[in-house]
């Protein structure tokens, strides 16, 4: 059985630093690219920063560059985002997902593109 799931989130202080994880099982095929999405009360689900292994690039969304890291460790089971200078308006939900079948850059951002999604982490940003 598929199964993603996120942890670390948290309530941090604006400025500080947060390590999520997002825990892979049960693809036995592989995926093509894993990516973590966020989604704030009231706002649309947002691309954060994706990780292909179709091309072997990362992407950011330009609100996080600079700030976030993407990573996955070497048996490709657990995928990390490393979020550093954290603003208030980066609290939201957390999610990873991933896409097995079809994978395209110019897409990444994109929910629709992704056929596996977790149930989620909190983050919250505030002093």
């Known amino acids: 059985q598929v199964q993603l799931v996120e942890s670390g989130g948290d309530l941090v202080q604006p400025g500080g630093s947060l390590r999520l994880s997002c825990a892979a099982s049960g693809f036995t095929l592989g995926y093509r690219a894993i990516a973590w999405f966020r989604q704030a009360p009231g706002k649309e689900r947002e691309g954060v920063s994706c990780?292909?292994?179709?091309?072997?690039?990362?992407y950011y969304a330009d609100s996080v560059k600079g700030r976030f890291t993407i990573s996955i460790e070497n048996d490709k089971n657990t995928v990390f985002l490393e979020m550093n200078s954290l603003k208030p308006e980066d609290t939201a939900n957390y999610y990873c997902?991933?896409?097995?079948?079809?994978?395209?850059?110019?897409?990444?951002?994109?929910?629709?593109?992704?056929?596996?999604w977790g149930q989620g982490t909190q983050v919250a940003v505030s002093s």
């Open positions: 997902a991933a896409a097995v079948y079809n994978w395209y850059k110019t897409a990444w951002y994109q929910g629709h593109i992704y056929d596996y």
């Open positions: 990780l292909s292994w179709t091309d072997g690039k990362t």
